[in-house]
C-alpha cells in the first residue's frame, strides 16, 4: 500500500521546519502538503483554490492543525472538515501552542481526534513528532475508503 499523505497547516515556517526535520530524523516518508493558513487547508481538501482538479477522493492519512491561523483558523477548519461528507472521517490532530483550556474543549467537541500542545523543547517537540507520526502513518487502523 502506497504512503499517505499528511496535511500539516500551520503558519509558523520555524514549526513547519522543525516539524518535517523530525519527521526526516525518524524516517517518516510521507509526502507531507503544507497549507500556511485555513484557506489553503480547506482548499487542498476540497480540491478548490490552488488545489483544483486535485483529486479529493485521496485524503490525507491525518490532519495536523494548528490552532492560531491567519484567515480561517483551525477550529473553524476542524468544524468545516467534520461537516462536510467527504472529509468528516480523516483523523484531525490539534498540534498547537495554545494551553487555552477552552481550546482544548472546543476542538474535542468538534470531532478531533487528538490534541497536543508543541513542547517548547527542540527533544521533546521531536519525540512528539515523532510518535504522532508512527502512531498515524503505521499503527493506525484507517476505513478502507481512506486507503486509497
Same mark, same amino acid.
Given at each position: 500500500m502506497e504512503k499517505g499523505i499528511i496535511l500539516l497547516v500551520d503558519d509558523n515556517p520555524d514549526d513547519v521546519d522543525l516539524t518535517?526535520?523530525?519527521?526526516?530524523?525518524?524516517?517518516?516518508?510521507?509526502?507531507?502538503?503544507?497549507a500556511k493558513d485555513g484557506v489553503e487547508a480547506l482548499d487542498y481538501l476540497h480540491g478548490?483554490?490552488?488545489?483544483?482538479?486535485?483529486?479529493?477522493k485521496e485524503l490525507p492519512v491525518v490532519v495536523m492543525l494548528d490552532l492560531k491561523l491567519p484567515k480561517?483558523? #483551525? %477550529?473553524?477548519?476542524?468544524?468545516?472538515?467534520?461537516?462536510n461528507e467527504v472529509t468528516r472521517i480523516v483523523p484531525v490532530v490539534i498540534l498547537t501552542s495554545s494551553a487555552e483550556?477552552?481550546?482544548v474543549v472546543e476542538g474535542y467537541q468538534l470531532g478531533a481526534n487528538s490534541y497536543i500542545r508543541k513542547p517548547?523543547?527542540?527533544?521533546?517537540?521531536?519525540?512528539?513528532?515523532?510518535?504522532? #507520526? %508512527?502512531?498515524?502513518?503505521?499503527?493506525?487502523?484507517?476505513?478502507?475508503?481512506l486507503n486509497r
Open positions: 518535517l526535520r523530525a519527521f526526516k530524523k525518524n524516517n517518516i516518508s510521507n509526502r507531507v502538503i503544507i478548490t483554490g490552488m488545489y483544483v482538479g486535485r483529486d479529493v480561517i483558523n #483551525g %477550529l473553524e477548519v476542524l468544524r468545516n472538515i467534520r461537516q483550556q477552552k481550546d517548547v523543547d527542540f527533544e521533546q517537540f521531536v519525540e512528539a513528532v515523532k510518535l504522532l #507520526g %508512527l502512531y498515524w502513518t503505521l499503527w493506525n487502523e484507517r476505513p478502507s475508503s
